[in-house]
């Protein structure tokens, strides 16, 4: 078979020409994968570059895989799966406030790492996505009221580009590389082979936090409370910097209760002081609410754990996507209908009852203050919603796509007057990119694509339907 497949008797790394036998790809969901023509997990910038090589020999079209979340990149019998897992520098220089990262290290390897050296760095709310994939996409991060974006904290970039060429660039970089660096810092993928970058780091005892410990109120509310609920969300959602919240719909986990039933999270998070989270949070100490939930508890929570909660949605293959908006204002109908939708697509569709709704709020006043051009939009949008799909059949994926779109839809008209924005790691396939940039920063991106991969040997979102 790897007869069929030329160049590869050079490769110095391990390397797979797929067969019926072959395992599935370990990827997040099994939407749009298929067997890959040939697998390549390099050790070495030497071993991208010859799987580059290959690639181009034998007109394959590379998808470099990090965490293996990216639900809306699609591979088949003409990909080239370049599985970046052994690259897993992690390196703390508290001296410059920076830490480098590899290609292949996943978020919750960083946040341990650094938590370990008493240190920290802005963060997705997944533990098992790839790092520089969420960079790529901007990187929403639960420390955005207090560091911005996850981009905005970028320092360098280190990849392996179409020609083979090994390039670095960072904010001083200058012409084409001053371009890339913008356009890596939040609408990055396809660009080349990320094997490397850094990012600035940060003390935990700069937070001034307890022990370094996360101050968090969690409140678990019956479906018949949604009215409270909400409304408490709504008159929180402008949170001081260091405060980030979040309402859930979720259903009762297995061996509880009320297995099964809609039940509505309330959270909060703040990295910073306690008896400072104790007077923004007053609110939610109050009987008149807590009177409504079956659960209400404050805990410190250790640094490393802070994405704990949403391990559940980790787990590799079956059916999953996101859809997500961005806002700069929602309503408690809006909300509510949002929740109705939720609660009869989940209901049925049992295989989908892990699916769930979140809206979250956090301060904007760092991240709409940055005026520079990277790619991060819609920096003035305090709220996002987000409906992830986790489903076992065909059927229900097919059937959650419009209820997806209805979702988003509702929130969006609630957000009168403001141009859809979402998120560029939550593109759907077939979905305009309109949602993501204006027709300028299209062309720009397209532009760039053109400078540093004219033949299209990466894949991108940019230069082909999704």
């Known amino acids: 078979m790897s007869a069929q497949i030329k160049g590869v008797e050079s490769l110095q790394c391990e390397y797979v020409v797929p067969n019926n036998d072959t395992p599935q790809l370990p990827r997040w969901s099994d939407t749009h994968i298929e067997r890959p023509a040939l697998i390549i997990t390099p050790k070495t910038e030497k071993d991208v570059k010859d799987a580059i090589r290959v690639a181009k020999e034998n007109k394959l079209t590379i998808v470099a895989a990090g965490g293996g979340h990216g639900t809306f990149v699609s591979v088949d019998s003409a990909s080239l799966y370049l599985d970046m897992k052994l690259f897993k520098t992690i390196v ?131 479906a018949p409370a949604l009215g409270v609920a909400i409304k408490a969300f709504l008159d929180l959602s402008n949170p001081p910097v260091e405060g980030y919240m979040s309402l859930a719909f979720a259903r009762s986990p297995p061996g509880t209760p009320a297995a099964g039933s809609p039940i509505i999270i309330l959270g909060y998070q703040y990295f910073g002081p306690a008896e400072q989270a104790e007077k923004a949070t007053a609110l939610l100490f109050h009987d008149d609410i807590v009177s409504k939930t079956v659960v209400a508890n404050t805990e410190l929570l250790p640094f490393e754990n802070v994405n704990a909660k949403m391990n559940i949605y980790n787990s590799h293959h079956g059916h999953k996507t996101i859809a997500s908006c961005r806002l700069h204002k929602t309503t408690a109908e809006a909300i509510k209908a949002g929740f109705e939708k939720w609660r009869i697509a989940t209901e049925n569709y049992p295989d989908a009852q892990q699916s769930g709704l979140i809206i979250s709020a956090y301060n904007i006043d760092k991240t709409s203050a940055i005026k520079d051009e990277k790619f991060v939009e819609g920096r003035d949008r305090n709220i996002n919603a987000f409906m992830v799909m986790v489903a076992k059949e065909d059927k229900t994926r097919e059937a959650f796509g419009p209820i997806l779109d209805d979702v988003i839809a509702g929130f969006r008209k609630s957000d009168e007057g403001m141009v859809p924005r979402s998120f560029p790691n939550n593109l759907r396939p077939g979905k305009d990119l309109s949602d993501m940039y204006d027709t300028e920063r299209l062309e720009v991106l397209r532009d760039v694509k053109k400078t540093w991969d004219a033949d299209g040997v990466f894949w991108s979102p940019y230069s082909k339907t999704v």
């Open 92 to 222: 703390l220089n508290k001296d410059e406030g920076t830490v480098k990262v590899g290609g292949g290290v996943l978020v919750g390897e960083v946040l341990k790492t650094l938590a370990e050296e008493g240190y920290y760095t802005p963060i997705p709310n997944s533990d098992a996505v790839g790092f520089v994939g969420s960079m790529l996409g901007g990187g929403n991060s639960a420390q955005i009221g207090l560091h911005g974006w996850m981009v905005d904290n970028m320092v360098s970039f280190r990849l392996v580009t179409a020609s083979g060429d090994v390039v670095e660039v960072d904010s001083s970089s200058r012409g084409k590389g001053q371009v890339l660096f913008n356009v890596l810092s939040g609408a990055g993928h396809g660009l080349g082979v990320v094997t490397e970058l850094t990012v600035s780091a940060f003390p935990l005892s700069s937070l001034n936090m307890e022990d370094n410990k996360i101050w968090t109120r969690s409140l678990i509310f019956p």
